[in-house]
């Protein structure tokens, strides 16, 4: 018996050798071959690295030729061992670039179970439309291929898939129609996996759609789901993986008990959905044992911590961020011992720092930023911790000492918070992997250097650490990308070594005491920010090399000669700003075609001539800030080609003559800040132009959509990094955002202003003036108006500063400007203004000030009662010496606040995230929100001290 079996065995190895190294033969269908060698030369196999292939990878293909036509053999080709059918196709990674076409040789390999064509660039291809020919396909796999178009209904005939993969062919995005969508589900009944993230659905998920039972793994993040989810998706028996992330679905749980349903779930993700609130409470009563991952993150979810957390004893990765949670973190982690990641970020906690996560010998990431945590930071009992952020919040006390024994550590960011004490890079000496370390504003002194060096560091954020020297340890770093030494104690030159260094992005040496500006020949470079330091001279011409910039900001500086050409010709630029130097000649006329500028500032130089003809090219611009130099030209009425302009500062110049009639009819529909001051312009108030600000009117700022998205925090993640790195802009840092990585915070975009004043205006004030009804301050004083003051005027009901003195108005002051709500200050001083001065609302708050220098005016708050005929008019009692809010100062600094940064839109934010934003970025922002916030209290106040003056 064994003896047979025995010879049994023989037989059958002798067999599987026949067939598998046969004598001469290809095992090897001569149809398939050639169907693989058509396919092979319909593509080139020269293409580059792409997303998520190893390190190492190469051309499958060129192993496949004519000298070996056993096909079985070659690379990626797998055969039916008795058949010889090629049944199995693996191409992932393998440098495959250009286009498959309908008739593609592909699909004659009628016999293809699996198919993997992953990560390779088709870029230019349609989706394969002849797929659907395949029959046989258990598993399919057309990851990151950059195919577009569409993808067939044929797909819908692969009924036998187990697995298929269509994920992440985006740029552009690759459309699956509803119909396609719900027949996939409804045909391919054997799934157990289906991955569509990324693709564009765009619709919704009919509620009976039948999924198929065997599905294990689904994923549907991004792809523009809308309307409910429904629930029967919870009901899946064998459902392990749900991802849905940062689409539009209404998310609710089943009111029935789905815990026994839902045993098998390990991951659930519903990030940046429309979670209902109650899901929390829903999540709590079940019991999801077995779940490994939650990701929660962007559901607005608002109140306490989930107390059914402290339950997941398997829980690894847990990400609650972006939400509104607060109050504190419970100390619910000592059960959670398997969690490997926590993200609590951008949310609302407050209290101590959790000590029940110090003991976590898993835990390799910890994000808590941006909540409001206090307290000092206890000492770390794991050192298996590889991320720690602990950003934003407002811990004090010295740097935990055990902070050096967590060698693992690629990322730490402690900026920021009330730290307090010295750190210095021996404190990091033995993190070799180190890749991002921000301690700006942290509270930390940075101590003297030593020498160690971090040959992976990408991000060094040491601002505000009162920093004397540069640290010479980043000569070592040459990967280094960002370096931000703003606000230190840096003075002198820049050392010899610096600039033979890394590739820099980003250079941050704002606020600090550097007198030259050598030694800058990164190429590289997209940011250069040396505000405010003490450089002179003129600019070295090695700054022409850094075409790659989009941000320059070097004001308030003391640059002197003329501005270098080289500077209007980059044509990545974005921000120019050179406000505040010594800069004389004129402004070169170099802006080059489809200039991508957006922000110019050259105020506060010496400038002449007149503005450059070519600034036409500059499409994009929202600011142009020129004020304060000695620009003598008229209007160019050319401006009005700039559409998007949002802020046009030409104060303090010597433009001259009347601005003459435009050829559109609504200019500047965007504008905000029109600041004309102090010039020579002479001839009526230019109506047309006034007639063009559409944002001035009918906005109702608090109800409409007049809102800017500015990034509050983003992640250093390693995906930014990655993002820039592949090329890919926009739209793929918006990807990113939408998914994990920002929270968006919403800023009111209702600063607009007119400002007119000292020039030779003259004429009427125009009826018209009345539309600009979002408009918040009105300066037209120290011109020539004559007439009266428009009764329209009461319908400017926003306007809360209003300053026409020093004119030739005559008149009774309209009573009906006594509707004006919300204004603060008025100043119509040195006119011929008679009658009485309106006596309510906001009227009863303004000073004698507002009024002096009329012939003829009478009533409160001046001496001259109605009815008696007295001259001019004497204050009754002196206001204290608070500086108008019309003086030169407040109004300036409202509009620098304004000019720096805050009309940054969405377009070139998306720099600022990728780059944490600048801090001049945020700080404008604060001073004219302080500022808006100082004007309305102290007029509040006024008005209170008045009112009670009056009833005394
Ligand atoms: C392969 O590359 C060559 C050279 O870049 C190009 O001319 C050719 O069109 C490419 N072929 C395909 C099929 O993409
Ligand atoms: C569903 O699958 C069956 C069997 O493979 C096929 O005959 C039918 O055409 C498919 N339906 C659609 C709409 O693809
Ligand atoms: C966060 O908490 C502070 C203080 O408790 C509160 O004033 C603020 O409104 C909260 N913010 C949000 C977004 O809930
Ligand atoms: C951490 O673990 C130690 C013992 O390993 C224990 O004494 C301590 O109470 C734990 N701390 C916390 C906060 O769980
Ligand atoms: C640090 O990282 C290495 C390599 O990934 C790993 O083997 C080691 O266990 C980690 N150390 C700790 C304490 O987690």
């Not at 994923?219 to 789901?225: M, P, R």
């Not at 079940?286 to 997941?312: D, Q, V, Y």
């Not at 001019?872 to 940064?901: A, C, H, K, R």
């Amino acid at each position: 018996m064994e003896r047979i079996i025995l010879s049994l065995i023989i037989l059958f190895v002798y067999a599987v050798e026949v067939v598998c190294f046969s004598f001469g033969d290809p095992l090897c269908s001569s149809h398939d071959s050639l169907a693989l060698l058509q396919f092979k030369h319909s593509l080139n196999a020269t293409g580059d690295h792409q997303y998520d292939c190893p390190n190492y990878f190469y051309a499958k293909t060129t192993s496949w030729n004519t000298s070996s036509m056993d096909c079985c053999r070659w690379d990626g080709v797998i055969c039916d061992s008795f058949t010889g059918h090629v049944i199995g196709l693996d191409l992932s990674c393998s440098r495959l670039e250009g286009t498959i076409h309908p008739n593609s040789s592909l699909f004659q390999l009628r016999h293809l179970q699996t198919l993997d064509l992953s990560s390779n660039n088709f870029s230019g291809s349609q989706f394969p439309q002849g797929i659907g020919q395949l029959v046989s396909l258990t598993h399919l796999n057309l990851s990151y291929c950059w195919f577009k178009g569409r993808i067939p209904l044929g797909m819908s005939h692969l009924s036998n898939l187990v697995s298929l993969d269509l994920s992440d062919n985006y740029y552009p995005f690759v459309h699956l129609s509803q119909d396609v969508f719900n027949m996939l589900f409804q045909n391919l009944t054997k799934l157990e996996l289906l991955s569509l993230s990324h693709l564009n659905i765009s619709s919704s998920i009919p509620m009976n759609l039948s999924f198929s039972s065997s599905l294990r793994y689904l994923n549907l993040d991004n792809t523009y789901l809308q309307g409910d989810l429904p629930k029967n998706i919870f009901l899946l028996p064998n459902l392990e993986t749900l991802r849905l992330s940062g689409n539009y679905l209404t998310v609710s749980l089943p009111e029935f008990n789905w815990s026994s349903s839902t045993h098998s779930l390990r991951e659930l993700d519903l990030s940046f959905n429309n979670v209902s609130g109650g899901i929390l409470n829903s999540l709590g009563t079940t019991t999801l044992k077995a779940l490994k991952i939650l990701r929660l993150s962007g559901c607005n979810f608002a109140g306490p911590f989930p107390e059914f957390i402290g339950n997941l004893s398997q829980i690894t990765q847990l990400d609650l961020s972006d939400n509104y949670l607060d109050g504190k973190i419970p100390d619910v982690f000592s059960n959670l011992q398997m969690l490997t990641s926590l993200s609590l970020k951008n949310n609302n906690f407050t209290g101590p720092f959790p000590s029940s996560l110090v003991n976590l010998t898993n835990l390799q990431v910890l994000r808590l930023r941006n909540n409001s945590l206090s307290g000092t930071l206890p000492e770390f009992k794991t050192n298996s911790i590889e991320i720690l952020d602990l950003s934003r919040n407002q811990f004090s006390g010295p740097i935990p000492r055990s902070l050096r024994h967590l060698l693992n550590l690629t990322v730490v960011f402690l900026g920021q918070n009330k730290l307090s004490g010295e750190i210095g890079a021996e404190m990091f000496s033995s993190m070799t992997n180190l890749q991002y370390l921000d301690l700006s504003n942290s509270g930390l002194s940075w101590s003297g250097n030593i020498n160690t060096t971090f040959p992976l560091l990408y991000y060094l954020g040491l601002g505000s650490c009162r920093v004397k020297d540069f640290p010479d340890f980043i000569f070592n770093s040459k990967k280094l990308w960002i370096l931000d030494l703003s606000e230190n104690e840096i003075h002198g030159q820049f050392p010899k070594w610096f600039g033979s260094f890394g590739d820099l992005v980003n250079l941050n040496l704002s606020h600090n005491y550097l007198t030259s500006l050598d030694h800058l020949p990164w190429a590289t470079m997209m940011i250069l920010d040396l505000q405010s330091n003490s450089l002179t001279g003129p600019l070295p011409s090695p700054i022409c090399t850094s075409t790659s910039l989009y941000i320059i900001n070097l004001s308030y500086n003391n640059l002197s000669a003329e501005i270098p050409n080289c500077l209007f010709t980059f044509s990545r630029l974005v921000v120019l700003d050179l406000r505040a130097n010594n800069f004389h000649g004129p402004i070169p006329n170099k802006f080059p075609k489809n200039s991508g500028l957006v922000h110019i500032s050259l105020s506060k130089n010496q400038l002449e001539g007149s503005i450059p003809t070519s600034l036409v090219n500059c499409t994009s611009l929202k600011v142009l800030d020129l004020g304060n130099n000695k620009i003598q030209s008229t209007f160019p009425p050319w401006l009005e080609t700039l559409q998007e302009l949002e802020a046009l500062i030409l104060k303090s110049n010597r433009f001259y003559g009347p601005i003459v009639a435009f050829k559109t009819k609504s200019p500047f529909p965007n504008m905000r800040i029109f600041d004309l001051s102090d010039n020579s312009f002479s001839g009526s108030l230019p109506m047309e132009v006034l007639k063009g600000f559409k944002a001035m009117m009918y906005m109702d700022a608090h109800k409409s959509g007049l809102e800017y998205y500015v990034e509050e925090t983003i992640n250093f993640g390693i995906s930014s990094y990655d993002v820039l790195y592949r090329g890919l802009y926009v739209e793929s840092m918006i990807l990113v955002m939408k998914n994990q990585e920002t929270k968006f915070n919403k800023i009111l975009k209702i600063f607009t202003t007119i400002d007119l004043s000292r020039n030779k205006f003259e004429g009427e004030i125009p009826k018209f003036i009345g539309n600009l009804n979002s408009l918040l301050l009105l300066n037209l004083s120290h011109n020539n108006l004559t007439g009266q003051i428009p009764v329209e005027m009461r319908n400017m009901s926003t306007l809360e500063a209003l300053d026409l003195s020093f004119n030739h108005l005559t008149g009774k002051i309209p009573v009906e400007l006594a509707s004006l709500t919300f204004l603060a200050v008025l100043n119509l001083s040195y006119n011929h203004l008679v009658g009485p001065i309106p006596q309510s609302n906001q009227f009863n708050t303004f000073q004698n000030d507002s009024y002096f220098g009329n012939s003829d005016l009478c009533g409160l708050p001046l001496s001259n009662e109605c009815g008696h005929h007295k001259s001019s008019s004497v204050p009754v009692e002196q206001e204290e010496d608070e500086p108008s809010f019309l003086s030169e100062m407040t109004w300036q600094s409202v509009l620098i606040g304004y000019g720096s940064g805050l009309t940054f839109g969405f377009g070139i934010a998306y720099l600022i995230y990728l780059f944490e934003r600048p801090r001049w970025f945020i700080d404008s922002f604060e001073t004219i929100t302080h500022e808006m916030i100082y004007i309305v209290q102290r007029a509040r106040k006024r008005r209170r001290r008045n009112f009670h003056r009056r009833r005394h």
